[in-house]
């Protein structure tokens, strides 16, 4: 059983499109959040939930809405999308906010054309 | 927020050597890990150490914490461990986030 899991893997769609990404986590921890990697590989932190709760919200365009129906559960919702969007947006979890160990879902590549 | 520099930014190894990658951060931490991207880009945790040392096989990883710097060890390096190493720090107080390095790709 995967621990983090992200659907889908990939996405290729046109500017202006909206897209959704799933990611549940299986390992019973209270806090997930969603990291995006640029194309330097570089990992920036968009949002945490603790419990549901949204507890981080980094600068992020509002086009951007993570919703949390449930502790095991953390969608990424992204309206109206820039070509500046495609990145590879990782889902990761961890028993408590910023405490102890993070486990990453595969990551899902968006490339926006 | 903290400083993350990781070094060397690139390092090339022939199969079997051993290598020394480095983590420092500008302020105190109390969460520092070391992550393994691979080159299919999945992210794997290796090693949780705020402090000490820890070894998982040929992995090995030091955090001196007072020196504010962290290394990780690989001994006798395998094409499967190529890919890119991060190491994140963060604090455990109000919502300071994880910050990750920039990483070195091996």
């Known amino acids: 059983d995967t621990a983090v899991s992200q659907t889908p893997k990939y996405l290729v769609t046109q500017m202006g499109n909206d897209k959704s990404i799933k990611c549940e986590q299986n390992?019973?921890?209270?806090?997930m959040y969603w990291y995006k990697q640029d194309s330097k590989k570089f990992l920036k932190i968009m949002f945490s939930y603790n419990n549901k709760e949204l507890i981080i919200n980094e600068t992020v365009p509002n086009r951007f809405s993570p919703k949390s129906p449930d502790k095991a559960h953390l969608n990424l919702h992204i309206n109206s999308l820039e070509l500046g969007d495609s990145a590879v947006y990782f889902c990761?979890?961890?028993?408590?906010?910023?405490?102890?160990?993070?486990?990453f879902g595969e990551g899902s590549r968006l490339t926006v054309l | 927020g903290i400083q993350v520099e990781q070094s060397p930014p690139d390092l090339i190894l022939q199969e079997g050597a051993n290598s020394t990658l480095r983590c420092n951060f500008s302020d105190s931490v109390n969460n520092l890990q070391w992550f393994h991207q691979n080159p299919w880009g999945q992210l794997i945790n290796l090693f949780y150490?705020?402090?000490g040392t820890k070894q998982n096989g040929r992995l090995s990883a030091t955090t001196v914490a007072t020196e504010r710097y962290s290394l990780l060890y690989i001994s006798s390096s395998q094409t499967t461990d190529s890919g890119v190493y991060f190491c994140?720090?963060?604090?455990?107080?109000?919502?300071?986030?994880?910050?990750f390095g920039t990483g070195t790709r091996l």
């Open positions: 994140a720090v963060g604090r455990d107080f109000g919502n300071e986030k994880l910050t």
């Open positions: 990761a979890s961890s028993q408590v906010t910023w405490t102890g160990e993070l486990f």
């Open positions: 390992l019973g921890h209270d806090t």
């Open positions: 150490i705020p402090s």
